[in-house]
């Protein structure tokens, strides 16, 4: 039962870390703010629990030790105080700092499966073996019938060669029709739509490491999908919050682009610094000299889009994700685990017309409040829904096919 409290008390530990902590300080490395581990070496007893509960506090009381750590550590502001962590959370997130030790590079899950084969030329080859085989067969058996024929005295009418047999003229006509006709028309239909479109953008961006291994919300960079028609990209900024502590990519998953060609992560970094015009060495943003606003030498990054409708369809993100609570992977796929990202669906109409019709809506219940308060206006399907004549409601009841939801 001690081992269990023990292993209990550290996985506790591992959460409140990761719920308070993680988005300013690493355990055995210099973040946002300081590294943790040696703490006890570097503060009076008795400190840490007065400095977590409200640091402007005690830099306020001039007290010597939070002077000099504010002092060191004022680019990245006051610490945000947590009153509200009792002394035993305290406790248990600074022996989970003390007992931690960082991931082995190549580990198991997610980041550790291989890539699915693809055997589509294998399975060619092997198709064209056993078509000439049993071409072969079919000779082999026409001279072993002729043979026999001769022996038994049978006469029989030259065969018609199949370049001037008129059944095998037609039906390969029939078959390059069909094929042609095929590939044609699909052809026209996929005019203008770029599934499977995966553009090389200017620093190596790996959804992957980020919102797979790293578990960053999508909303923390694209927080637009919520609350506007457009997901935003985040601007560089965004990117140096975290990267102002993170110079050196050390994460398991090897770097590698679709071609092969494997990636410096460190490299990308850098580059990231030169687009924001930081200075890696001091740790600072260069000195905006000419008076533009920016650090010199700061550029925007020129990303290249990579899903994109046509002029006249109207799309909403907000109301596919705050009102329709769909995940973002419904239209671009498992993002989190994309080394670089590529447009997952074709993004047609008749995709968007077929999840409309199979989307079912949360409508808002009364009785115990839950469902979305955005759907308490349809008073009709509420009666039809509490009187059992419907038991669900989908996005095309409420008029989610009609021309002029995306068309107008």
């Not at 687009?275 to 990054?301: M, R, S």
């Not at 993004?347 to 989307?359: F, K, P, Y």
Request: proline letters at 5%; one cysteine or more.
């Amino acid at each position: 039962m001690l081992s269990f409290n023990t292993d209990v008390f550290a996985a506790d530990g591992e959460a409140l870390f990761k719920a308070n902590c993680s988005s300013c300080h690493k355990p055995d490395k210099d973040f946002t703010g300081p590294a943790l581990q040696g703490w006890k070496s570097r503060q009076p007893d008795g400190w840490l629990y007065k400095w977590i509960a409200g640091p402007q506090k005690v830099i306020d009381s001039g007290d010597p030790y939070a002077k000099e750590l504010f002092g060191k550590w004022k680019g990245s502001g006051v610490m945000s105080g947590f009153p509200q962590l009792p002394k035993e959370d305290v406790d248990a997130i600074m022996k989970y700092v003390d007992d931690y030790k960082p991931p082995v590079p190549g580990g198991g899950g997610a980041t550790g499966q291989q890539p699915a084969e693809d055997n589509s030329l294998l399975f060619g080859i092997l198709t064209l073996v056993l078509a000439l085989i049993a071409f072969i067969l079919l000779q082999v058996n026409s001279n072993l019938r002729k043979l026999s024929d001769e022996k038994e005295g049978i006469r029989r009418s030259e065969p018609v060669p199949v370049y001037k047999n008129k059944a095998y003229l037609m039906a390969g006509i029939l078959v390059l029709f069909a094929v042609g006709g095929y590939y044609t028309i699909n052809g026209a239909i996929g005019l203008g739509r770029m599934k499977n479109y995966q553009p090389e953008q200017p620093i190596y961006y790996s959804h992957q490491v980020h919102a797979g291994t790293n578990q960053i919300s999508c909303l923390y960079c694209h927080g637009g999908a919520q609350d506007s028609k457009h997901a935003n990209i985040p601007s560089v900024n965004v990117c140096m919050n975290c990267h102002k502590g993170i110079a050196k990519y050390e994460g398991p998953d090897k770097l590698v682009r679709e071609d092969g060609t494997a990636i410096d992560g460190t490299a990308e970094i850098k580059k990231l610094y030169a687009y924001a015009g930081w200075n890696e060495t001091t740790k600072t943003y260069n000195p905006d000299k000419n008076g533009d606003g920016l650090p010199d030498g700061a550029t925007p990054i020129e990303w290249v889009k990579v899903h994109n409708l046509p002029d006249h369809v109207y799309f909403n993100h907000s109301q596919h994700v705050k009102v329709g609570k769909q995940q973002c992977q419904t239209c671009h796929g498992n993002i989190q685990e994309m080394p670089e990202v590529y447009q997952f669906s074709d993004l047609s109409m008749g995709w968007c017309i077929n999840c409309h019709r199979e989307s079912k809506v949360d409508f808002y219940n009364k009785a115990d409040s839950t469902g979305n308060k955005f759907y308490s206006i349809y008073e009709k399907f509420h009666k039809d829904l509490k009187s059992g004549k419907m038991d669900s409601v989908t996005v095309e009841k409420i008029g989610g096919t009609e021309c002029q939801k995306c068309h107008y």
